[in-house]
């Protein structure tokens, strides 16, 4: 599926982000490699929502650029914004499943949107397919989200979020709420996805070791801008307030003994 990809997945150029007299992002600059797991951390409110969401078109920024596919997603036509939406599987903060229909049902919803002359026989394998991909047992697929786990209802929005084969995912905070064992599962299973597949991952997260086990480089958005991106060794030597603070904690170290995937309860709670 790499093949008709470009290099950078997204560029982001100047972004600027502002809610009234609060300023969010000012002249923030980001490339996404294709390929490539992407971390992108900064404090509570530093903006990583927002700047997925000005990634995946749901907000419309104060200024600035944004490429998603080689399309210029600010000034996309219809048939482009489209084009971006296809490609793009979205895991958002809360799950955001819809609570009254089955897994089964809300992984189609992608499907019924976007290839509305599929049968319906077809559909219900393809949600099938997808709730197993997902590492989801087979009966998951016919149960409302409230009878699932916080991890399995993680997992049925990973599963919607693959529904159409995106080639880019977006997750944020996936391991938010999942007990350590459960986040280490979830760390494994889009490593897995993002190598069988070749997916390019945007991962905002606040997990440590989620960064350490899969995160090939991490984005630090700190001052209103991503103030570095770079591979994790590289990180941890800057010398900022935020980034000392963070990645030299005792929740760090802790992260990065406990080496890739080895998560510790100490390090997640
Ligand atoms: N729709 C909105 N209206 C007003 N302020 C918003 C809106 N969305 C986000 N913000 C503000 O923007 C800042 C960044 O939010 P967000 O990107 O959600 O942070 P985080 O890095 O924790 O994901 C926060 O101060 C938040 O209150
Ligand atoms: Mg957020």
């Given amino acids: 599926m790499s093949g008709g990809i470009p290099d950078p997945v997204i560029r982001v150029r100047g972004l600027v982000n502002r809610f009234g007299s609060q300023v969010v992002h000012d002249g923030l600059d980001l490339d996404v490699r294709r390929g490539e797991i992407i971390g992108v951390v900064g404090g509570s409110g530093s903006g990583k929502s927002v700047l997925m ?12 650029q944004v490429e998603v596919l080689g399309v210029d997603a600010l000034n996309a036509s219809e048939a482009e914004r489209l084009r971006i939406e296809r490609n793009s599987g979205v895991l958002f903060q809360d799950g955001a499943l819809f609570s009254s229909l089955t897994v089964g049902e809300n992984v189609q919803v992608p499907l019924k949107e976007h290839q509305p002359g599929l049968p319906e026989t077809l559909r219900y394998e393809l949600a099938l397919l997808k709730v197993k991909l997902a590492g989801l047992p ?7 989200p409230s009878q699932l786990s916080g991890g399995m209802r993680k997992r049925a929005g990973l599963a919607r979020a693959l529904a159409m084969d995106p ?22 299973l889009v490593r897995t996805l993002q190598q069988a597949l070749g ?12 960064l350490y086990a899969i995160c090939d480089r991490v ?14 060794a590289e990180i941890e030597q800057l ?22 995937g080895g998560r510790t309860a100490e390090a997640s709670c």
């Fill in 53 to 64: 969401r000005s990634i995946i078109g749901l907000r419309t920024p104060t200024g600035g």
């Fill in 138 to 144: 087979a009966d998951a697929v016919n149960k409302l």
């Fill in 167 to 188: 080639p880019l995912l977006f997750l944020d905070e996936p391991t938010a709420g999942l007990d350590p064992i459960g986040a280490a599962a979830f760390d494994r």
């Fill in 199 to 210: 997916l390019t991952v945007f991962l905002i997260t606040h997990d440590l070791d989620t």
């Fill in 219 to 232: 984005a630090v958005l700190a001052d209103k801008r991503v103030i570095a991106c770079a591979p994790l």
């Fill in 239 to 260: 010398d900022h307030p935020w980034v000392r603070e963070y990645f030299h904690g005792p929740r760090a170290r802790a992260a990065r003994d406990t080496d890739a």
